[in-house]
């Protein structure tokens, strides 16, 4: 049985007033609340912040980003050492925002996503495809190129703690939701790769997010699909009371 999760990518949003009220108000509602993961995802310069006020909660704190090295001469980046060290439990990587903008290609996602499992974080994965290549009929072989790419030469007990996130990109941001069908296929098809590269017992366990304008009013027909084990949450995990209603939806 897969528990749901259900995260918050806040990208590159708030000041540190609205982050102090936005995670009381969080803390308020879902601060002992156990029947789903939930993670919130703050920009780096707010992490340690909201480490010290999560701290004791059942609201796990993560990252939107690191790089592959420890430490060094990296100027303007953030090591996985680091994000430890302020109390992250997850990490989001390959977000289509940083393939599109800062030219994250699978392999360095993949080189992080081996970095981020040996300082003990979890990864979670994002993939899915551009509106051009799902008009096109080529959804399915980007996707599973991603997964190919980003998930080299990781062995199968360690592809067990990774999260993965579809995120269609044409649903990013637009107010446009895949239809539950269309989220359904794709997380079947995501899980039948991963049991071909990683076998079944992996396949099986690993939880696949749907992201891309989830709101309270279609979280729960998500939810619903088999192979729907939760959500990354973009626009809709900016205010308390939208999250809130997202989490509590997400209840299997
Ligand atoms: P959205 O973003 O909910 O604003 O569409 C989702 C994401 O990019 O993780």
């Known amino acids: 049985m897969r528990k749901s999760i259900i995260g918050g990518n806040w990208k590159m949003n708030k000041t540190s007033k609205e982050v102090e009220e936005l995670v009381k108000g969080l803390i308020q509602e879902l601060g002992d609340y156990k029947e789903v993961d939930t993670v919130i995802f703050p920009p780096f310069i707010y992490l340690e912040r909201v480490g010290s006020l999560l701290k004791g909660t059942s609201i796990a704190l993560g990252a939107q980003n690191m790089f592959w090295e420890e430490k060094g001469a990296y100027t303007g980046e953030v090591s996985p050492l680091m994000l430890v060290d ?22 360095w996602i993949n080189r992080k996503i081996k970095t981020a499992l040996r300082f003990g974080l979890t990864p979670v994965l994002c993939v899915g495809e551009r509106l051009e290549e799902r008009k096109s009929g080529r959804a399915e072989e980007i996707v599973s190129s991603q997964l190919k790419g980003c998930l080299s030469g990781i062995n199968p007990s360690q592809v067990e703690k990774i999260v993965i996130a579809y995120e269609p990109v044409w649903a990013i941001g637009t107010g446009e939701t895949a239809t539950p069908h269309q989220a359904q296929q794709m997380h079947r098809f995501i899980r039948e790769n991963l049991q071909e590269m990683f076998g079944e017992s992996v396949a ?12 309270p009013d279609n979280i729960k027909q998500l939810m619903q699909q088999q192979d729907v084990d939760g959500a990354l949450v973009g626009g809709a995990s900016l205010s308390a009371a939208s999250f809130v209603k997202i989490v509590k939806y997400g209840e299997n």
């Open 86 to 107: 302020v109390g992250c439990r997850y990490v989001i990587l390959g977000h289509s925002e940083r393939r599109q903008h800062f030219g994250e290609t699978d392999n």
């Open 204 to 215: 099986n366990s690993v939880r696949i997010q749907y992201g891309g304008s989830v709101k």
